[in-house]
Each structure stands twice: as structure tokens, then as C-alpha cells.
């Protein structure tokens, strides 16, 4: 509800001024990335519930709590009838890495809209979202499977490339930083 009322008030702030052709598409993407940001917190706190109810032995009591708020008409079926702690666990982490990334995303495209380019936090922010996804190339679904009452699957090689490019861009604008510091410091 705030990112879309922070989106909702820069658009309206928006018509004051005049806008560049790259803050409008920065505005429209951080809109994107709101919507995402909901529906990230939205299934987060949805898988947690059903994670729950379904640890803890009521999966019957989730169901008719679903049946009151969506209907009589809406059969909800679960599929991991053999839903462990660790694999509970294991979601939990995989959404909050990406509600993460997405978190770091945001905040860094609204230093971009504010022409804050070449400034520390940028720095930080792009090395944050590169630790998250390292984490995330490791509990997301990947190359290495292990096997045993049930199998997990670990080790996404794309997350991996991409947290290396953020490293790399992180670098730059460290660096880039550090430039704009001396030049304006430089009479």
C-alpha cells in the first residue's frame, strides 16, 4: 500500500514539473516493481499460513477458512501433503531473497529517478542485491539434486552469472563514486 501510494503521489508531482523520457520509464518500471513487491508480500505471507496450518496438522481448518473467504464454490487443494520444516524453511528463504532483491531494485531505481546516480548507497545496493542473489543461487531450483525421503534441487548457475555482473557494476560505481567525489572537490 505505500509503494503504491509513494507511485501513486510521485505520478501526481509528476504533472508540476516536467519529466525526461528516462524518468517517465524509471517511473513506469518502479511501478512494475511495486506491483511485484506486493504480490511477493502477498504470496509470502499466504505461503507462510499454509505452511503453517499444514505443520501443524489443520490443513482442515485452512481449508473451510479459504471456503468462507472465497466461496462455498472454490475447492482449494494442497499438493505437498509431505511439506517438512526444512522445506518450509527453504520457501520462506527463496521468497524473502526475492522479495529482497526486489526490495534493493526499488530503492535503487528511485536514486535513479532522483538523479542520484553516483553516490555510496547506489554502491551498496547493487553489492546487497549481488549477496542475495549468491544466496539465492543456492537454495534455488539448479543443477545439483540431492535425493533421500525427498529430493531438493540447489544451485541456480543464473542467479550465480548475474550476482558476478552486480559485483561487477558495484565496482564501477564505487569507483565512479569516488571520481565524482575528487571532481567535485576540484576547482
Excluded: P
Excluded at 499460513?49 to 501443524?56: G, H, S
Excluded at 524453511?89 to 535503487?108: A, E, K, P, W, Y
Excluded at 542475495?132 to 531438493?152: E, H
Aim: charged letters at 15%; one cysteine or more; glycine letters at 6%.
Amino acid at each position: 500500500a505505500g509503494s503504491s501510494y509513494y507511485g501513486w503521489r510521485s505520478a501526481k508531482s509528476a504533472k508540476n514539473r516536467q519529466e525526461t523520457q528516462e524518468q517517465k520509464r524509471l517511473r513506469s518500471i518502479l511501478l512494475f516493481v511495486n506491483v511485484l513487491l506486493f504480490a511477493g508480500f502477498l504470496s509470502l505471507v499466504i505461503t507462510i499460513l499454509n505452511d503453517a496450518f499444514i505443520l501443524t496438522g489443520h490443513e482442515g481448518l485452512l481449508q473451510q477458512g479459504l471456503r468462507m473467504l472465497l466461496g462455498s464454490g472454490v475447492t482449494v487443494k494442497s499438493t505437498s501433503t509431505s511439506l517438512t520444516l526444512f522445506t518450509a524453511t527453504i520457501d520462506f528463504l527463496r521468497m524473502s531473497v526475492n522479495i529482497g532483491f526486489l526490495l534493493c531494485l526499488r530503492v535503487f531505481l528511485i536514486n535513479l529517478y532522483r538523479s542520484d546516480i553516483f553516490i555510496a548507497k547506489n554502491a551498496k545496493l547493487v553489492r546487497w542485491s549481488a549477496h542475495l542473489l549468491v544466496l539465492g543461487a543456492f537454495i534455488n531450483n539448479g543443477i545439483f539434486t540431492l535425493t533421500g525421503n525427498q529430493s531438493y534441487s540447489f544451485f541456480n548457475i543464473s542467479y550465480l552469472l548475474v550476482s558476478f555482473v552486480l559485483y561487477a557494476v558495484a565496482m564501477i560505481l564505487t569507483k565512479a563514486n569516488t571520481i565524482a567525489e575528487e571532481n567535485e572537490y576540484t576547482i
